[in-house]
Structure formats: structure tokens, C-alpha cells
């Protein structure tokens, strides 16, 4: 164990009690807690933490990225994790690609590679690790290639301690076992019972060209089996200026809308990302004063959707209070579903005497509080502050028109846009669902325009999600749907509300998808790199 803090803006290293710290240790079932009480004023950099375990390159191993769209699968030790600063730094810098995982205070290397909270390895060597300090700091998983050992890293930078004060820095469970870790876990997370949501959102199909005219006609088109209608991005005049509402595409405003999403008894969804503004809004022209500083008095870029964008000063009351306003203005029109989106934002710049994870912890206990009862749909937020504050959460990146996105994506960040990312997230972060929250596994896609995927990589993309999600939603017209489609959509909803996944095991470049499906034992056998089933 060894703890780095700061003592009058010096360094200082301890792996024992010392004249500033005094450490208390207590292991029980499995579960290790570290207590830390303060002699003397100090701020805490980090602490770590060595784990015995024989690292071995033929296990499959999980480790959770950092928030909901970065890339998350089972690999083996030859993978590589995707470094954004060996990416062209002219790119990186204009269009903030640092920004939206954590590269930009985590040190990638080739040596090692590493995950948040949630780990566990299968194979000849077992092992299953979670965090339970996740109020108060990130536990980062790391494994050590060269060295085959797992470095645990209690992520406590920025935590301020007066003489006398203690703070938990690490507890965790860690279990030799994968079944009985998840065993364990499923206890500590209890089953929840959210309802599943069956529904439209207006971005993957239109973007931000939304108005009126294609909002209704597309509301029109959807038959009772819907339970959720939800405009996305494009009806506010800038990121940020969330009431004002472009009359030049909703000339009558969204109450109206509302009104009809309700006389069809579905719940009215709306789309926000309320710790953003973008360079060009109202928000970040008029009042810069609300935008979060780093040390230098930089403006905090967020990243470059839209015109650029940058996180609002959590820290600052008029900003809050804003929040609080454009939220409760969307509940006063009669909305009852959040997509909250860029939630990272919140804690991007460390804000003073608080971790990252209290910070981001802090800001969505905010949001919820806001909301209070109405559901909320987290999306580009951490995966471990997300629990018991959103009903739903967004795990993996946004689903791409054809296959894998554009080619020179990929030489970018972990959270790009994908399909083929996220239908692996879909499935490996599976064991969050109704547990931590209500996985959203993004849309499926079965239209013929404005897309690229092969119909049967469509089949697959609209099964896994009934399978795996407690969210099934898309943004076609489905009034265009020929029987074909017709015939997908209903036997994907079916799955949706019948079927049970039972188990899944990667084989290679394949995955073996077993479930249950009115008594009877099914198998879907995927291909991630064609993102098609090999059986069907």
C-alpha cells in the first residue's frame, strides 16, 4: 500500500502509518477498506495498491472504460487500448478529442492497460473486482503486462484533509473466482425492476435537421406498441440556450407537441446536455463568467461537437441555478423522460477539495434532484456515479450509419461512434442492466435511406439491443417499413419482452449468444468484425 499526498505543497510518499497519516485496514469477505485519518493538514494525490495475481496473455479480461461510450469488451492482453495522443495532435487539439475519456489525466501506456470500477479475467486464471468507495474515488484496475500482476489505483487526487479528518480510500471486493465474484456483486447491486422502454428519438436519422412537420409525421407513424416519443438535439437555437426553442422549425413551440406525444399515451422525451455550452450560444457569449477555468484561467473545452463546446462552472450559483431553471421549464411543458447527454463534462477540471468522482457524483445527485420522479436517461456519463442517480443509462457510443464509422475515426478517441463498439458494449456491459441502472444499448436501425449497414447487420443490431437493453428504440419512419421489416421489428419486440440471455462466451472473433425464449434454449452465434450472425 502506498499513499502520495501533499504537505505544504510538498510531496510526500507513505506506505505505513507516518507523523502525517494513519492508515486502518479492514478485510472481510472479500472485501478490503482502507480507512486514512489525517495528522496534519495534507491534500491526497493518489493511492495504490499491488494485487497478486498471475497475469496470463490466454485469459479474457474486462475492463470497464472510463464513461458510457468508451470502448468495452472482453480482450486479451496483446490488445492494445487506443491512445489519443499518438493521434495527429493538430486534430486533437481543434476538434478536443482529449476531452471525452479520461486521456486527458490518465497516463495511457503500452505496458499496461486499465479500467474503472468493475473488473474481472476468465480463463486459467480467475479473478472478479469491484468498487464500493465509488462516492468518493474511482477505482482504477490496471494490469501490468511485462511484470503480470494487477495495480489497483484509488483515484483520491484532490482531496483535502484538515488534521483529524478521515476518508475511505479504497473498498473493494476482490474475488479468485468469476462466478462467485458476480455472485457477490449481484448482491451488493440488488435487482431492480425498471420498465422497459419501447420508443422513438429523432437523432440517428435526421440530427439535428429536425422540425415540426417531421417530428409529427413521424409521431403519427407509431402504433400503440410505443411507449416513449423523444425529440433530440436540433429543436434549441445553440447547444446551451435551452429556452429558446428555433421558431423557424417549431413555430408553435413543443407544447404542442407534447400535448399530441401524450394523446397517443406515450411519454413526451426531450434532450439536453445541461453542463454545456457551445462557442456560439447566448450562454457562453453573455455570460463567460459561468464557464469552469483551469489553473491557467483557460476556458474549460469540453469538445468540438457543434461549434466547440465547454463545460458550465458546477461550482458557480447563478450557473446552477440556470440548470435548475431550463430543467424545470422542460417539466413544466409536460415532459417525463431526460436524455441528459456529455455528462463527463462535469468534472473534467478538478474543482477544489473534491476527487473527479465526488465532483461527477455531485452533479448528477444535482440532476436528479431536479427532476425528482421523471425518468432520466443518463448518456457520456461514468458508469459508477450513474448508479442511483439515472433510471437509465446510455453503454455504449452513439451507433454509426454503416458498420465502423468513417475510417479516420478510428485513429481517434475510445468514445467515437461506432456500431460495431457498441454492440460489444451492449453485450459485456450486460451485467450492469437493472442492477446499476436500466442499460440503453442506443437504437436499432432497419430503414433503406440514409444508411449503409447491410440488412443483415441491421437484423443484428436490432436483436442484440431486444436482447440485451431495457431499452429498444430507433429513429426511422417506421410507416416506410415493408413486411420484411415489419416481420424483424415484431419478432425483435417479442424477444424484447420474452426472452432472457442466459450466457455468453467469446470464441475468437465470435460470440456465442445463449437465451431462453418460451422454455426452449436459443443460440445466436455473432460476428463481431462482420456484425452479422454466423447462424442465421
Keep these: 500500500m502506498r499513499v502520495y499526498y501533499l504537505k505544504n505543497g510538498k510531496k510526500k510518499k507513505a506506505e505505513y502509518t507516518n507523523k502525517d497519516i494513519v492508515l486502518a485496514t479492514t ?42 461510450w468508451t470502448d468495452t469488451k472482453e480482450f486479451k492482453l496483446n490488445k492494445r487500448l487506443r491512445n489519443i495522443k499518438k493521434s495527429p495532435h493538430i486534430i486533437t487539439r481543434k476538434f478536443a478529442m482529449d476531452k471525452y475519456g479520461d486521456s486527458s489525466f490518465y ?51 484532490g482531496l483535502k484533509l484538515k488534521a483529524g479528518e478521515e476518508a475511505t480510500i479504497f473498498d473493494y471486493r476482490l474475488f479468485y473466482s468469476y462466478q462467485e465474484g458476480l455472485e457477490t456483486f449481484e448482491k451488493d447491486f440488488p435487482k431492480k425492476d425498471i420498465e422497459k422502454l419501447f420508443g422513438y428519438t429523432s437523432w440517428y436519422n435526421y440530427y439535428q435537421n429536425i422540425n415540426e412537420e417531421i417530428i409529427l409525421r413521424d409521431l403519427e407513424a407509431l402504433d400503440k406498441r410505443f411507449n416513449v416519443f423523444q425529440i433530440d438535439d436540433g429543436y434549441e437555437t445553440f447547444v446551451g440556450d435551452w429556452l429558446n426553442v428555433d421558431g423557424n422549425k417549431f413555430p408553435h413551440g413543443l407544447k404542442p407537441i407534447v400535448d399530441k406525444i401524450h394523446e397517443k399515451g406515450f411519454k413526451a422525451g426531450i434532450w439536453l446536455a445541461p453542463f454545456a455550452a457551445e462557442t456560439k450560444s447566448k450562454l457562453f457569449l453573455d455570460h463567460p463568467d459561468w464557464i469552469k ?89 461514468n458508469i459508477i456515479n450513474s448508479y442511483n442517480h439515472f433510471d437509465y443509462l446510455r453503454v455504449g457510443p452513439d451507433v454509426s450509419l454503416s458498420f465502423d464509422d468513417v475510417f479516420y475515426m478510428r485513429l481517434f478517441h475510445r468514445e467515437r461512434v461506432s456500431t460495431k463498439v457498441t454492440l460489444q458494449n451492449t453485450i459485456y456491459r450486460s451485467l450492469f442492466n437493472q442492477r446499476l441502472f436500466a442499460n440503453d444499448p442506443d437504437v436499432f436501425l432497419l430503414r433503406d435511406d440514409n ?25 426511422d419512419d417506421i410507416a416506410t417499413y415493408d413486411e420484411k421489416k415489419k416481420r424483424v421489428l415484431d419478432e425483435a419486440l417479442d424477444l424484447f419482452k420474452n426472452a432472457k440471455v442466459i450466457g455468453f462466451e467469446r470464441k475468437g472473433n465470435y460470440i456465442d449468444i445463449h437465451y431462453l425464449y418460451k422454455n426452449v434454449k436459443h443460440l445466436l452465434v455473432y460476428n463481431t468484425e462482420k456484425g452479422v450472425f454466423s447462424n442465421e
Design 27 to 68: 478485510m472481510v469477505d472479500n472485501r478490503t477498506t482502507v480507512v486514512l485519518k489525517a495528522k496534519a493538514d495534507i491534500s491526497l494525490l493518489k493511492a495504490e495498491e499491488i494485487i497478486p495475481f498471475h497475469v496470463n496473455y490466454g485469459d479474457l479480461y474486462f475492463l470497464n472504460g472510463y464513461q458510457s
Design 451 to 475: 444508411i449503409s449497414l447491410s440488412f443483415s447487420q441491421r437484423v443484428a443490431l436490432t436483436k442484440i439491443n431486444a436482447l440485451f437493453g431495457s431499452m429498444l428504440m430507433t429513429s
Design 107 to 157: 497516463k495511457y501506456s503500452i505496458k499496461k492497460s486499465h479500467g474503472y470500477d468493475i473488473f474481472y479475467s476468465k480463463g486459467e486464471h480467475e479473478s472478479f473486482i469491484y468498487n464500493l468507495n465509488y462516492q468518493t474515488a474511482y477505482l482504477i484496475v490496471e494490469l501490468i503486462k511485462d511484470r503480470r500482476n494487477i495495480h489497483l489505483l484509488s483515484d483520491v487526487k
Design 293 to 381: 477555468k483551469d489553473k491557467k484561467g483557460r476556458f474549460v473545452k469540453a469538445g468540438g461537437n457543434w461549434s466547440g463546446f465547454y463545460a458550465l462552472d458546477l461550482d458557480n450559483e447563478e450557473a446552477v441555478n440556470y440548470i435548475k431553471t431550463c430543467l424545470n421549464h422542460y417539466m413544466d411543458l409536460g415532459f417525463d423522460f431526460f436524455k441528459l447527454d456529455f455528462l463527463y463534462a462535469s468534472a473534467l477540471e478538478m474543482y477544489d477539495g473534491k476527487t473527479r468522482c465526488q465532483k461527477q457524483n455531485e452533479a448528477y445527485q444535482l440532476l436528479r434532484g431536479i427532476l425528482k420522479d421523471k425518468l432520466i436517461l443518463g448518456c457520456g456519463a
